[in-house]
C-alpha cells in the first residue's frame, strides 16, 4: 500500500467534513453553541469546501484537534446525562446518532473508493469509449 494511503485512512474516512462532524455533535449538539461560533458551514455543501492551503496532514491535525475537544466535552457526561444543544436527547442517543452517521457515511467512501479503484484499473480504450 502507497505511503499517502495509509496516511489518509489514518486521517479520516471524511476528508475535509471530519472536524466538522466532530464540532457539529459534540459542540454544537452537546453545547448549543451556533454553528457560526464553532466554525462550521451552515449547509451541509459548505462543509466540503477546500482551500488551497489544506493538505492532508492540516485536514488531519483538525480533526485530531476536534476529537481532542470532542472528548473533552463528553469526559464530564455520563451515559444518561440529557444534552440540549439540537434538542434533549441523552448522551447514549447522541453516541447512537454519531455512531450510526459514521457508518452511513463511511459506506460512501467505501463507494466512492470503488468507483475510483475501478475506474483506474478498467482498459484505457473503456474509459475513452464512456466519456
Known sequence: MPAWSRRTRRCSAWSSTS????R?????AVTGRSLKAIGVAST????????????????????????QDSRRVA???GLND???GRGPRTVWALYL???????HHSGHADILREQLLAARSAP????????
Open 24 to 28: 457539529f455533535y459534540f459542540d454544537h
Open 19 to 22: 472536524p466538522t462532524f466532530e
Open 44 to 67: 451541509p455543501a459548505g462543509s466540503y469546501v477546500l482551500t488551497q492551503d489544506d493538505t492532508i496532514a492540516s485536514v488531519c491535525a483538525a480533526h485530531r484537534e476536534a476529537c
Open 124 to 131: 484505457r480504450a473503456t474509459r475513452e469509449a464512456s466519456q
Open 82 to 84: 440529557v444534552v440540549s
Open 97 to 103: 446518532q454519531v455512531l450510526r452517521d459514521l457508518a
Open 75 to 77: 469526559a464530564a457526561l
